[in-house]
């Protein structure tokens, strides 16, 4: 079965450089969501995306973008790269119940592991 | 807000044996989702079960399965016939009309 593709999945960045990770879900999955997991953490959300509208907001910094296209594949955009951004990235998808928006399980991808020179 | 609570960060089990990973969480909520993720060197993010707070019936899969308490908010995963390939990560994750919030983690060494 398909799964979740992200990419890169492996990024080096020097400080104040931007960044772009793309995620594609599972296919007719409408609602993606990121994640960002530091050395020995949880995974920490960030944001999602519902129908290409963002859905919830959690702990992103203002530094960081994303949207959600017609295809539905999303796009993290990091600018100003910090030596703390250095993280594991995971973006997971979702198929929302027809009514009420409520996302069930989230199928994780194999995330884009990024480091910040 | 909702919080997971692992708190055994680390535990360890004898090849074909039996562990029990501990999860409580916290929430006001009725309606909402739980999981295990299981997440191996590799650091996928690989779902292990998962369980309807509607449902009383506790979740199995396999090798694989919960004891959910909605009362008591406790939500404990149980492996049978514990695998080397079991040793991982393991994530409670609560999941309920917002984002989904993970505990910190409990490593499962399994001893050949």
């Known amino acids: 079965a398909a799964g979740v593709i992200q990419s890169p999945r492996h990024l080096i960045k020097e400080k104040r450089e931007t960044a772009t990770l793309k995620c594609y879900p599972i296919?007719?999955?409408?609602?993606v969501y990121w994640y960002q997991q530091g050395p020995g953490q949880d995974p920490q959300f960030l944001i999602s995306f519902y129908e290409k509208m963002q859905s919830d907001k959690g702990s992103i910094p203002d530094r960081f973008s994303a949207q959600q296209f017609s295809d539905y594949h999303s796009e993290l955009n990091m600018s100003s790269l910090e030596l703390g951004d250095s993280a594991l990235y995971f973006c997971?998808?979702?198929?929302?119940?027809?009514?009420?928006?409520?996302?069930?399980?989230?199928?994780f991808g194999p995330g884009t592991r990024l480091l910040v020179l | 807000a909702q919080t997971v609570t692992q708190s055994q960060p680390e535990m360890s089990v004898q090849e074909a044996e039996t562990v029990t990973l501990s999860c409580t969480y916290d929430t006001s909520e009725s309606d909402y989702y739980l999981f295990w993720y299981k997440q191996p060197p590799s650091r996928q993010m690989i779902l292990v079960i998962r369980q309807e707070a509607y449902k009383q019936q506790n979740a199995t899969e396999n090798r694989f399965s919960v004891n959910f308490q909605k009362a008591a908010k406790s939500f404990s995963l149980k492996i049978s016939d514990s695998q080397l390939g079991d040793a991982a990560m393991y994530f409670c994750a609560y999941r309920g009309n917002n984002d989904m919030r993970f505990g910190a983690g409990t490593r499962l060494t399994v001893k050949p």
């Open positions: 997971a998808s979702s198929l929302s119940r027809s009514s009420g928006g409520f996302q069930e399980t989230q199928y």
């Open positions: 296919p007719r999955h409408d609602t």
